[in-house]
């Protein structure tokens, strides 16, 4: 009968210490942290929310009247490309017998797929026609088909995710939250139990059983270890310590993966507009290829090589965009993982990359990367923490009491008495002073101390670096929107003009077709440039955001405005208008609009609120004090 109340409060005291809510507090925790609204960016280039639609965005039309059943079709194909697809004209040459081309032999070791056959096209003519025609198609074949770019859905609530929707979903799925989190819980379980006193002992003991035929002495004893010389509050002092760097380290893992999500949603927006752009330019070398080929099927003034330079061309120009796709691709699945939903299906973004640039000051950075970044904010409190382990390894020595007391009943002797006995020990510190681990808390809190240095060191040389590529990627995109990009367009205009009004054969040598055609490639690659460079600045500005640490990477400071990307469409368009052209076809997108102008802001710088130490950091600092 006494046995089972023994056995229920020994199964209590187990469940007791078992039980705790760590769970629960982790998923509080991190409900919390996935609620905040963060980086609340502007959406237009004019710095207001546009109206999104759920549907596809508009597109151009190649070709097609409105409403058509082909304008449907090319809309379905080709989401929102804002590069137009230029007329083109025919390259006209002078009539010249070119040299023999069997002086020269190319080694075939410069040819991966070994001989190249060369370009014999019979003469024109009524009686050569059907042989012409078949030379030309074995000559020129048609290009292999593009295929259909992605058409993203809209996000999971019918509208674009934005940057502040991503770093919700971080939030709350990323394992590296919760994994902080846990650390959190973790150590202030350790500061807890590096505070406890030892627990005492409670047993039976018998002596002398047996010496005169007896039971002998026969009692129960109580025995503790009293710790001296404050060594519990040092040990919960410092243990309270890795409490609060673990607090920090949620903090710099929340601000390390608003980073991750940053540069993950920019790398999305440059490789969606890279596709866009090599889709244009991957059109307009198209066409450029085929109204060559129809120049030489017709006889022509363009040479039989002509359409075999454009065709390279134009096979480069599908072989960038087999690239931008996959970077596109591969984009999406870095920001997914990054999110922490790595199955997330491709969806629309919200955002532009013309949107206004945070300003940063290089002095006021550095000044609060050095005073307020987490990672120095460890350092110092990883010196606390070496200070109290050295301070606890030099009173080790100090002898801890053990005290014993012992309630015996006499069974050898008449009346059987209870006899009380206390014994009271301690161990003299003769050989064992703790002199090892004096010297390695020592060498410690040197290290520790040195550390706080380092990592002011690394913090510099990294603010350093962010800022060099900030500059530098401020300069290069002026320099292109100021300079390259109007050059480049003045060039085109002028000759495009000069294309169009001077017949070719004249004496001053006018630009031909070729010429045109460089002029706008380089217009092209200088706007593809841009947009590249639109890129590397948005990281940069992520890496000098992550020096601050701030949850608001549209609210620091000043913002400046970046003008809207180029679009081609608003160049004049190139036409064959020569009086001797054979064909005077027109080769046209028609233009979806100008993008806004962006406005700037100027809202307040925001930084990273301190971290308060916790109640048990701040009880165990003062009572180790």
Same mark, same amino acid.
């Given at each position: 009968?006494?046995?089972?109340?023994?056995?229920?409060?020994?199964?209590?005291?187990?469940?007791?210490?078992?039980?705790?809510?760590?769970?629960?507090?982790?998923?509080?925790?991190?409900?919390?942290?996935?609620?905040?609204?963060?980086?609340?960016?502007?959406?237009?280039?004019?710095?207001?929310?546009?109206?999104?639609?759920?549907?596809?965005?508009?597109?151009?039309?190649?070709?097609?009247?409105?409403?058509?059943?082909?304008?449907?079709?090319?809309?379905?194909?080709?989401?929102?490309?804002?590069?137009?697809?230029?007329?083109?004209?025919?390259?006209?040459?002078?009539?010249?017998?070119?040299?023999?081309?069997?002086?020269?032999?190319?080694?075939?070791?410069?040819?991966?797929?070994?001989?190249?056959?060369?370009?014999?096209?019979?003469?024109?003519?009524?009686?050569?026609?059907?042989?012409?025609?078949?030379?030309?198609?074995?000559?020129?074949?048609?290009?292999?088909?593009?295929?259909?770019?992605?058409?993203?859905?809209?996000?999971?609530?019918?509208?674009?995710?934005?940057?502040?929707?991503?770093?919700?979903?971080?939030? =709350?799925?990323?394992?590296?939250?919760?994994?902080?989190? @846990?650390?959190?819980?973790? $150590? &202030?379980? *350790?500061? %807890? /139990? !590096?505070?406890?006193?030892?627990?005492?002992?409670?047993?039976?003991?018998?002596?002398?059983?047996?010496?005169?035929?007896?039971?002998?002495?026969?009692?129960?004893?109580?025995?503790?270890?009293?710790?001296?010389?404050?060594?519990?509050?040092?040990?919960?002092?410092?243990?309270?310590?890795?409490?609060?760097?673990?607090?920090?380290?949620?903090?710099?893992?929340?601000?390390?993966?608003?980073?991750?999500?940053?540069?993950?949603?920019?790398?999305?927006?440059?490789?969606?507009?890279?596709?866009?752009?090599?889709?244009?330019?991957?059109?307009?070398?198209?066409?450029?290829?085929?109204?060559?080929?129809?120049?030489?099927?017709?006889?022509?003034? =363009?040479?039989?090589?002509?359409?075999?330079?454009?065709? @390279?061309?134009?096979?480069? $120009? &599908?072989? *960038?965009? %087999? /690239? !931008?796709?996959?970077?596109?691709?591969?984009?999406?699945?870095?920001?997914?993982?990054?999110?922490?939903?790595?199955?997330?299906?491709?969806?629309?973004?919200?955002?532009?990359?013309?949107?206004?640039?945070?300003?940063?000051?290089?002095?006021?950075?550095?000044?609060?990367?050095?005073?307020?970044?987490?990672?120095?904010?460890?350092?110092?409190?990883?010196?606390?923490?070496?200070?109290?382990?050295?301070?606890?390894?030099?009173?080790?020595?100090?002898?801890?009491?053990?005290?014993?007391?012992?309630?015996?009943?006499?069974?050898?002797?008449?009346?059987?008495?209870?006899?009380?006995?206390?014994?009271?020990?301690?161990?003299?510190?003769?050989?064992?002073?703790?002199?090892?681990?004096?010297?390695?808390?020592?060498?410690?809190?040197?290290?520790?101390?040195?550390? %706080?240095?380092?990592?002011?060191?690394?913090?510099?040389?990294?603010?350093?670096?962010?800022?060099?590529?900030?500059?530098?990627?401020?300069?290069?995109?002026?320099?292109?929107?100021?300079?390259?990009?109007?050059?480049?367009?003045?060039?085109?205009?002028?000759?495009?003009?000069?294309?169009?009004?001077?017949?070719?054969?004249?004496?001053?040598?006018?630009?031909?077709?070729?010429?045109?055609?460089?002029?706008?490639?380089?217009?092209?690659?200088?706007?593809?440039?841009?947009?590249?460079?639109?890129?590397?600045?948005?990281?940069?500005?992520?890496?000098?955001?992550?020096?601050?640490?701030?949850?608001?990477?549209?609210?620091?400071?000043?913002?400046?405005?970046?003008?809207?990307?180029?679009?081609?469409?608003?160049?004049?368009?190139?036409?064959?208008?020569?009086?001797?052209?054979?064909?005077?076809?027109?080769?046209?997108?028609?233009?979806?609009?100008?993008?806004?102008?962006?406005?700037?802001?100027?809202?307040?710088?925001?930084?990273?609120?301190?971290?308060?130490?916790?109640?048990?950091?701040?009880?165990?600092?003062?009572?180790?004090?």
């Amino acid at each position: 009968m006494l046995r089972y109340p023994w056995g229920v409060l020994a199964t209590l005291l187990v469940l007791a210490g078992c039980h705790s809510a760590v769970q629960e507090q982790i998923d509080q925790t991190v409900c919390e942290l996935a609620s905040l609204p963060r980086d609340l960016q502007p959406l237009s280039h004019s710095g207001t929310v546009l109206p999104v639609s759920p549907t596809a965005p508009p597109v151009d039309k190649h070709n097609a009247p409105p409403g058509s059943e082909e304008s449907d079709k090319e809309v379905r194909r080709s989401p929102a490309v804002p590069h137009a697809l230029q007329r083109v004209g025919l390259l006209q040459i002078d009539s010249k017998p070119s040299p023999d081309s069997s002086a020269l032999t190319i080694p075939e070791e410069l040819l991966p797929s070994g001989s190249v056959e060369p370009i014999r096209l019979p003469p024109l003519g009524p009686e050569t026609e059907q042989e012409r025609k078949a030379a030309i198609e074995r000559l020129y074949p048609p290009l292999p088909p593009l295929g259909e770019d992605d058409i993203d859905p809209p996000g999971p609530e019918g509208r674009p995710l934005t940057l502040a929707d991503l770093q919700q979903l971080a939030l =709350a799925n990323s394992p590296l939250i919760r994994q902080a989190t @846990a650390r959190v819980e973790e $150590a &202030r379980g *350790n500061a %807890v /139990q !590096a505070g406890l006193p030892p627990n005492p002992n409670v047993g039976y003991e018998g002596d002398t059983m047996g010496t005169t035929g007896g039971a002998g002495y026969q009692g129960g004893f109580f025995e503790q270890t009293i710790k001296t010389a404050n060594k519990l509050q040092l040990a919960r002092a410092a243990a309270a310590i890795e409490l609060r760097n673990a607090e920090l380290d949620l903090y710099k893992t929340q601000a390390d993966l608003a980073t991750r999500v940053r540069s993950g949603y920019f790398a999305v927006l440059v490789a969606q507009e890279s596709v866009r752009l090599n889709r244009g330019l991957v059109k307009f070398t198209t066409d450029v290829y085929r109204l060559q080929v129809e120049q030489v099927r017709r006889g022509g003034f =363009a040479a039989p090589y002509e359409p075999m330079y454009l065709r @390279a061309l134009a096979t480069q $120009a &599908r072989a *960038n965009l %087999v /690239q !931008a796709r996959n970077r596109r691709t591969a984009a999406w699945k870095q920001l997914t993982a990054t999110v922490g939903l790595p199955s997330l299906p491709p969806c629309q973004l919200a955002g532009r990359l013309d949107i206004p640039v945070p300003q940063f000051c290089y002095k006021d950075v550095l000044a609060i990367a050095l005073s307020r970044h987490t990672n120095i904010r460890t350092a110092e409190n990883a010196v606390l923490r070496a200070k109290y382990l050295a301070q606890l390894a030099r009173i080790t020595p100090v002898p801890d009491v053990n005290v014993r007391v012992m309630l015996q009943r006499d069974n050898t002797n008449l009346p059987y008495q209870l006899n009380p006995s206390v014994a009271v020990s301690f161990p003299i510190p003769i050989w064992d002073r703790n002199q090892g681990n004096i010297l390695a808390a020592e060498a410690a809190l040197a290290r520790a101390q040195e550390e %706080v240095h380092r990592v002011r060191n690394s913090l510099t040389e990294a603010a350093a670096s962010a800022f060099e590529r900030y500059q530098n990627n401020q300069v290069i995109l002026g320099y292109y929107r100021d300079r390259i990009l109007p050059d480049l367009v003045r060039v085109y205009r002028g000759v495009y003009d000069r294309y169009q009004r001077e017949p070719a054969g004249a004496a001053n040598n006018p630009p031909g077709f070729i010429d045109v055609v460089v002029a706008q490639q380089n217009l092209a690659a200088a706007v593809s440039t841009y947009i590249t460079t639109l890129g590397q600045l948005w990281q940069s500005v992520v890496d000098v955001a992550d020096l601050l640490q701030t949850f608001d990477l549209f609210c620091v400071q000043a913002t400046t405005a970046v003008p809207a990307i180029p679009d081609l469409q608003q160049l004049p368009l190139l036409e064959c208008q020569h009086r001797c052209s054979p064909l005077p076809q027109q080769h046209s997108l028609p233009p979806d609009g100008n993008w806004p102008v962006a406005d700037p802001t100027s809202p307040a710088l925001s930084v990273q609120p301190s971290a308060k130490p916790t109640d048990e950091a701040a009880k165990a600092g003062n009572k180790a004090k």
